[in-house]
């Protein structure tokens, strides 16, 4: 008699455990990364930028013929040649004149028409919008044809009133762009409650957002500035007279097809660059503080 035996089955193999997620290679911390990685890179950059200061200033410095790499024996002889006998002086009187009422006309006209969009609706302004962006992809080289026109009619050629509206002109798109998402940072709210407390439009205006629009006038108000005081076409097609020229046209000035006067030159150089240097080291907080406000629409 044949007899079976019970047969066992044998346990089924347990699976094999998921392979762990691979996790993404976490970045290092600002703590974490080598300073050499931060450090070369900003050195290099700092010696390109420089390195052109310095040799405007060692020729600016060191005496006519001189070829050292050190401005010892300093001289002043350059400075005081561009100043008086180059008439430097009468230039950079001009130019601040230029800038100063550029300044003041651009952020005026900005301030009203940035108002206005930011805060009415008219039928119009998408459009008045577009062309405003639009306009500032022409050339300044492009108006210079009809601007020359109106002032010859005008009779203002050779005068700085002839430059100061150019420069106002071509600085005004971006400046009202700008100012009106400035207006749009500032909550409406607060001049409802300034008409409510019986303060008419123009006085809440001064009162309540004027005081809050002090960053973004400032950035503004230097950009046109500086655009005009470095500015070279509108001088040089609009002004005859070389009392009424600006330093731009005066460093140009310096440099002939026969020769360049490298100290002379250098010099002015030092002298155009040093007031805005030394303006935008008192204003760079609200410069900063300016452009970022008005790049974010409220």
Same mark, same amino acid.
């Given at each position: ?14 699976? =094999?455990?998921? =392979? ?58 350059? &400075? ?89 002109? &071509? ?51 230097? &950009? ?56 935008? =080291? ?17």
């Amino acid at each position: 008699m044949i007899t079976k035996e019970a047969t066992v089955a044998a346990p089924a193999p347990a699976p =094999a455990a998921p =392979a762990p997620p691979r996790l993404a290679k976490k970045r290092p911390a600002w703590d974490e990364v080598p300073r050499w990685q931060v450090y070369l890179p900003l050195g290099v950059y700092l010696v390109f930028t420089l390195v052109p200061f310095y040799w405007i200033l060692l020729f600016s410095l060191r005496p006519a013929g001189s070829t050292s790499l050190v401005p010892w024996p300093m001289t002043f002889e350059h &400075f005081e040649k561009v100043w008086t006998e180059r008439s430097f002086g009468t230039y950079f009187g001009n130019s601040v004149l230029v800038g100063l009422a550029t300044l003041v006309m651009t952020t005026a006209v900005a301030l009203a028409g940035g108002y206005a969009l930011a805060r009415f609706d008219f039928k119009v302004k998408r459009v008045f919008m577009l062309a405003l962006l639009c306009s500032q992809f022409v050339p300044g080289a492009l108006l210079l044809v009809p601007l020359f026109e109106i002032f010859a009619e005008l009779r203002m050629l050779n005068s700085l009133g002839s430059v100061i509206i150019a420069e106002t002109v &071509f600085q005004l798109p971006l400046s009202m762009i700008l100012i009106s998402n400035f207006i749009k940072n500032v909550p409406y709210s607060l001049e409802e409650a300034a008409w409510v407390d019986g303060c008419g439009r123009l006085r809440a205006f001064r009162i309540v957002v004027l005081p809050l629009l002090r960053p973004g006038l400032i950035a503004v108000g230097s &950009f046109a500035f500086v655009h005009s005081w470095n500015h070279f076409l509108f001088a040089l097609m609009f002004l005859n007279n070389q009392s009424k020229q600006t330093i731009p046209v005066g460093l140009n000035t310096l440099m002939s097809a026969d020769s360049v006067d490298l100290g002379a030159l250098a010099a002015g150089g030092i002298i155009a660059a040093v007031p805005v240097v030394i303006v935008f =080291a008192f204003i760079q907080k609200w410069l900063i503080t300016g452009f970022s406000a008005g790049a974010v629409k409220g």
